[in-house]
């Protein structure tokens, strides 16, 4: 267990995630069929003059939104699991560190941002991974 700190970096970072997760349910469920959404939709859609899609089509879209984001924070949240596990073998933690390193940055991206600091926890873990899996080397 030399590397200690980059698997509670990764653990801090696979709970953020976990809030990414489970807010994003929490939202997917409060979304459809709420009148209050559908309030405000309306009120946004004559703000901006749309005229393109319907309510539902917009209501519809951001479901799908919340839908989208939990699957994907899901799987970084598996792929910091992974690196976790990887990282207490000791001849795979370069492996994770590079594992981490590309997880932090399609995290970011593909949350749309949302994911912006867990994945910069998962970088500075990845960093100090294979910073010290080459210094042992």
Known sequence: MKHKTEMILTAIGILLFGVLFAGSILLYGNVEGNPETLD???????DEKIVEFSEQQIISYIGNLFIYLAVISFAWIIFGAVAIYLLK????????GI???????????????????????YLIA???ATARSRSVS
């Open 40 to 46: 405000l939709v309306q009120s946004f859609m004559q």
């Open 99 to 121: 594992l981490l390193m590309v997880t932090a940055i399609l995290s970011t991206l593909s949350t749309i941002g949302l994911g912006i600091f867990s994945g910069i926890i």
């Open 126 to 128: 990845g960093i100090m």
């Open 89 to 96: 073998k000791e001849n795979k933690v370069k492996t994770a």
